[in-house]
Structure formats: structure tokens, C-alpha cells
């Protein structure tokens, strides 16, 4: 349509003025036609909508009715530049930068309200497994979000871009070259990341447990995307690197069902066979009918021989996972087992040394010779 034909009065204007209106005019219109459009789209669309919604039990339609009120507001931008340009007559070259960009808004709306939507309704554990199948750790659903989201707004700027006649290959292969010198600097950071998966994903521990590695022993206080915060037994906070404990034996102590005791009794030399077994079968008696102690565990034997000692080797399994629990049991076993051996009439035995000092027969009859030379010897002069 051409304005002189819609405004026919701008014929007996001067032909600037004519100029300058053909060159105003439009882009008034597109302005108005926003304005009524998004009066529409709030006054019309939204407000029965809301009132419908608000009817349900649900947050979720009401979430994702104000999550889609934006995206909306952009694409009818978009579609008002596009509506603009078969309205009126414009040059080719401004149509066409016209529809290009609306294209662009009206793809930009759309992948903006898969992200808004993306945000309210996220990974859900329980909706993941019914969906695929599979189940995820909770811990894992923020970091899984985050990456879906990036995915979702990269494969939007793509075709945004695509639609501006940019090249995309090439724009991917030079990205592909800085991102190589990016992941250079940044592969300590990439490996904590993935290694924050694998914790999440093996959940070889959790926050609260208490855990040991080559390097440090602690309580697990926070499992974060780049590193890990420890506890110390002296109240020192450690931060390890993700990559550096999923590279580490650790040994998860908070998930033992029971404990192991084991112990090595020594008992001195002057200890009879028959009183080392009463001992033994006593201790045996006694760890069988001890409660939280597995009976089919427990090893008491007579084994060794040793430099200054006899030795007997207790082993069981407490079935207890709490330390202070397991530590308690320890000590009344300890002082049952003292109580044994006092009635027997035992003596525990500590490491020593007996020195025997033996004279050769050689020594002695030089002994003796310097004795006798002694007493042949003049007693010296009395003043």
C-alpha cells in the first residue's frame, strides 16, 4: 500500500515533507500496531487465561502462564515488523532487513519460552524415571539443569544467527579453535565439573558421612561443582578438588554395618598349657555371648610364639556402625578380658630383654693365674 494512496492530503505537501513521512509513518504504525497488539494479547488473552488457571489446584499452569508472558510480548514484536512491511510499501532492502529481524524475534520468543518453561517444570527425579527409565540422584538434577538450559539457549542463538545470514560453520569452527585455548586454561575447572558428576552419580559419599583418604579424614560437609569441603577431626576445613577425590581411594567409614574388633593378647612365659586354654575358651565364652557381638565371627586362638611372649589372637565382628558406640563395646570387652585374666592368675606380658653373662674357661684360669701370681707377691714396706 502506498501512504500517498492511504493519507491522500500528504499529495499537496511540499516533497520533503512527502519524504519524510513515507520515511516516519511506518515505523509509527509498526509502534502502534505493538501497542494494540500487547493490549490484546493482556486485555483479551491473558486475563481469561489467569482467571481459568487460577481456578486449578495446581501452581504449575499458573507458573507457566507467567512464564510464557514474556516470550509472548516478544514475538508479537517480531510479528508486528513482519505485519509492518505487507502493509506498507517499503524499499526491498528495508523489507527485507525488516523480516529478517521479526524472523529472528519470533525464533528468539520461541527458544525463550522453552527456557521459561524449562525453568518451572526442571529435571524431577520421579518425572525423569517414568519419562526415560532411568533414575538420577537429586544432588545431580541442578547441575543437569544448568546444562540442559546452556544447550537450549546455544541451539537458539544458532538458528537466530542463521536466520541473520550469518555463517554458522564458520562461526562454529572459529568458537571451536578459542574454545580449544579456552579448555587449556580451564581443563582443571572442566575435570572438577565432571568429576562433581561422577561423585554425584557413584554417590560414593554424601554430606554428613565421615570418609578417609590417602590425605585427609573428615565429615563431609559440602559436595560443591568444582570441589569438596571437609571437616578435619581437629576442626580444620579442608577444600579438595572434585577431580582429586575421584581419582583417590576413599574409604566411605560411615557406611560400615559393623566394626572389626581385633587384638593381640600377650601373656608372659611362665603361663601353663592349661592356663592358656582356660583363657582362651573364656575369652571365646565371653565374646559369644557379648550383645551387638556376631557370634559366628568371633576367632580366639593361641598363635604365635613371640621373642618375649605368648600370643593370642582375639578377632570379631561388633555389629555397630556408630565409632562411639563400637568404642564402648570395645573398652567393656577390654575390661571383661583383664577380669579373666586376673582370676587365672595370668600376667600380661610387655616387650623385654634377659642379658646372661656366662665366663669361658679360658677367662677363668687366667683369673685364676693372676691370682696366684697376687698372694706370691712381699706385702709392701710398713712405716
Not at 27 to 39: D, H, M, P
Not at 46 to 68: F, K, Q
Not at 105 to 129: C, K, Q
Amino acid at each position: 500500500m502506498d501512504l500517498l494512496d492511504f493519507l491522500p492530503f500528504l499529495r499537496d505537501q511540499p516533497a520533503y515533507i512527502q519524504t519524510l513521512a513515507k520515511d516516519i509513518f511506518p515505523f509509527l504504525a509498526a509502534l502502534l500496531l505493538i501497542v494494540i497488539l500487547r493490549w490484546l494479547l493482556t486485555g483479551i488473552l491473558l486475563r481469561p487465561l489467569r482467571a481459568l488457571v487460577g481456578r486449578s489446584s495446581s501452581d504449575i499452569d499458573d507458573r507457566l502462564l507467567e512464564a510464557s508472558v514474556s516470550p509472548l510480548r516478544l514475538a508479537v514484536i517480531g510479528f508486528s515488523l513482519i505485519l509492518v512491511t505487507f502493509v506498507f510499501a517499503f524499499d526491498i532492502q528495508v523489507k527485507n532487513i525488516a523480516v529478517t529481524i521479526g524472523r529472528a524475534l519470533l525464533i528468539s520468543a520461541l527458544f525463550f519460552g522453552v527456557v521459561r518453561w524449562f525453568e518451572v517444570l526442571t529435571l524431577r527425579p520421579d518425572a525423569f524415571a517414568r519419562i526415560t527409565g532411568w533414575s538420577i540422584p537429586e544432588r545431580l538434577l541442578p547441575f543437569l539443569n544448568t546444562v540442559v538450559k546452556f544447550l537450549i539457549i546455544a541451539l537458539g542463538v544458532i538458528f537466530v544467527l542463521q536466520e541473520l545470514n550469518f555463517d554458522v560453520a564458520a562461526l562454529i569452527a572459529s568458537l571451536g579453535v578459542v574454545g580449544i585455548g579456552i579448555s587449556l586454561a580451564s581443563q582443571n575447572t572442566v575435570s572438577n565439573m565432571f568429576g562433581f558428576a561422577a561423585i554425584v552419580s557413584d554417590n560414593p559419599f554424601k554430606v554428613g558421612d565421615f570418609i578417609r583418604t590417602p590425605d585427609i579424614t573428615g565429615i563431609v560437609e559440602n559436595v560443591g561443582v568444582r570441589s569438596t569441603r571437609v571437616r578435619q577431626l581437629d576442626q580444620a576445613l579442608i577444600t579438595v578438588p572434585n577431580n582429586a577425590l575421584t581419582d583417590a581411594v576413599v574409604v566411605n567409614l560411615s557406611r560400615m554395618a559393623k566394626r572389626r574388633l581385633d587384638v593381640t593378647l600377650t601373656f608372659t612365659y611362665s603361663t601353663s598349657a592349661d592356663q592358656m586354654r582356660q583363657v582362651v575358651a573364656k575369652i571365646r565364652e565371653l565374646l559369644q555371648s557379648t550383645d551387638d557381638v556376631d557370634p559366628e565371627s568371633v576367632i580366639v586362638h593361641f598363635v604365635d610364639f613371640d621373642a618375649s611372649s605368648l600370643n593370642v589372637r582375639v578377632i570379631a565382628q561388633v555389629l555397630l556402625s556408630d565409632f562411639r558406640e563400637f568404642i564402648a563395646i570395645k573398652e567393656a570387652v577390654f575390661l571383661d578380658i583383664m577380669e579373666i585374666v586376673e582370676s587365672l592368675g595370668l600376667e600380661f606380658a610387655f616387650p623385654s630383654r634377659s642379658l646372661y653373662i656366662e665366663s669361658t674357661p679360658e677367662s677363668a684360669a687366667d683369673q685364676a693365674q693372676a691370682d696366684e701370681e697376687d698372694a706370691d707377691d712381699p706385702a709392701p714396706d710398713q712405716t
